[in-house]
């Protein structure tokens, strides 16, 4: 079993940044790909970007355009999700994840309760 928390959310004006970070408790993080999420209001949860587990190789959604950097500290058990140039497309509730499929198939199996991004513009 695996527990994540989310943090870092909040209010910033278009061009802003922020930084998300997910602390991971339990024994399998260091197996699995972890992976950010998000799901704007009316609209269903969509894929952002995920990490290896060695923190080797990143994926990201088409639209994030070089914006956005996903990392992962193993030895803190933490996985950030730095956010630049933010638009006010971006605001959502930013959810991270992990499991086995979420590197093959972008699919999480344990899921943290979300952390809210609002970009006014």
């Known amino acids: 079993q695996v527990q994540l928390v989310e943090s870092g959310g909040g209010w910033v004006q278009a061009g802003g940044s922020l930084r998300l970070s997910c602390a991971a408790s339990?024994?399998?993080?260091?197996?699995?790909?972890m992976g950010w999420f998000r799901q704007a209001p009316g609209k269903e949860r969509e894929f952002v970007a995920a990490i290896t587990w060695t923190g080797s190789s990143t994926t990201y959604e088409n639209s994030i355009e070089g914006r956005f950097t996903i990392s992962r500290d193993n030895a803190q058990n933490t996985v950030y999700l730095q956010m630049n140039s933010l638009k006010p497309e971006d605001t959502a509730v930013y959810y991270c994840?992990?499991?086995?499929?979420?590197?093959?198939?972008?699919?999480?199996?344990?899921w943290g309760q979300g952390t809210q991004v609002t970009v006014s513009s």
């Open positions: 994840a992990t499991g086995p499929y979420i590197w093959s198939s972008q699919k999480g199996t344990y």
């Open positions: 339990g024994r399998t993080f260091n197996s699995y790909a």
